[in-house]
């Protein structure tokens, strides 16, 4: 998978995306992530990548053309490397707080992308031309408003590079990740069993792996409940375990 993010301050990339999984996923091979400066494809002498809005108001506004060039250099960059129609299927997805909020669903939705060019908006937003004639997506990371898409980026791009195979060691991990299953995830513990009089539930500890399972699930369920009961519409539940949550809500 190729990731590309056009940005403003290609800088703030150099941290996050050399450690921890994603780091390592770059190391193996597993995902190319490429930085692309904006104000590269602004072609002034002030390499001006903003003005201000027509009919006055606050704030700059992301201008057309340096986007509209990025996207096609990096569309031209995919075509030379992997053929027309790889470039032809690379989305094109601009991060702002506007967009659709994203969720496991999506990233997971994402992973079907072998080359995703993510735009990150700046400033008071972007020329909306680009919206209308350039992008594929709108992806926004909550109902809040950032500096700029570039933290989004991030978190969007450690989402989806996990879902790559290969990158996390134990794939069973990701099964029993908060949202995964369309609930939270339940409560874990380690060494040692006893701290300070908090005992670890004994049912982890009887080596049944049944009753474990089963223990976790109905923890999910009491968790979800409790702090996002939102999710409980659409979770896959069993006759079971919908009995449990209706003795959960008495």
């Known amino acids: ?38 104000r590269d494809y602004a072609h002034d002498k002030h390499r001006t990548a903003d003005d201000y809005p027509f009919g ?6 992301l201008k057309p053309e340096p986007l509209f060039l990025a996207v096609k250099d990096v569309k031209s960059l995919i075509k030379a490397e992997h053929g027309q129609q790889r470039a032809e299927d690379a989305q094109v997805i601009l991060l702002s707080p506007q967009g659709e909020v994203v969720t496991q669903e999506t990233v997971v939705d994402l992973t079907s992308n072998i080359d995703t060019i993510f735009i990150c908006g700046h400033y008071d937003g972007v020329d909306d031309r ?12 909550g109902d809040y408003v950032l500096s700029g898409g570039e933290i989004p980026a ?21 099964e029993d990740d908060s949202h995964s299953s369309g609930l939270i995830q339940f409560p874990q513990y380690t060494r040692p069993s006893e701290y300070q009089g908090w005992e670890v539930p004994p049912v982890l ?15 999910s369920i009491r968790r979800t409940l409790l702090q996002r009961p939102d999710l409980l519409d659409k979770a896959p539940l069993s006759q079971e375990e919908r009995l449990f949550l209706t003795e959960l809500d008495d």
């Open 1 to 38: 998978m190729d990731i590309h993010i056009l940005t403003l301050f290609p800088g703030m990339f150099q941290g996050p995306f050399h450690e921890s999984i994603v780091g390592r996923a770059v190391e193996r091979d597993i995902v190319s992530i490429y930085i692309h400066n904006i």
């Open 56 to 61: 006055g108001g606050g704030g700059m506004i």
């Open 130 to 141: 680009v919206r209308e004639h350039l992008i594929d997506r709108e992806i926004s990371i």
């Open 154 to 174: 991030m978190v969007i791009v450690d989402a989806l590079v996990r879902l790559i195979p290969g990158a996390v060691g134990d794939t069973k991990s990701l």
């Open 205 to 219: 500890l009887s080596g049944n792996h049944q009753d474990v399972q089963r223990w976790r699930r109905q923890q």
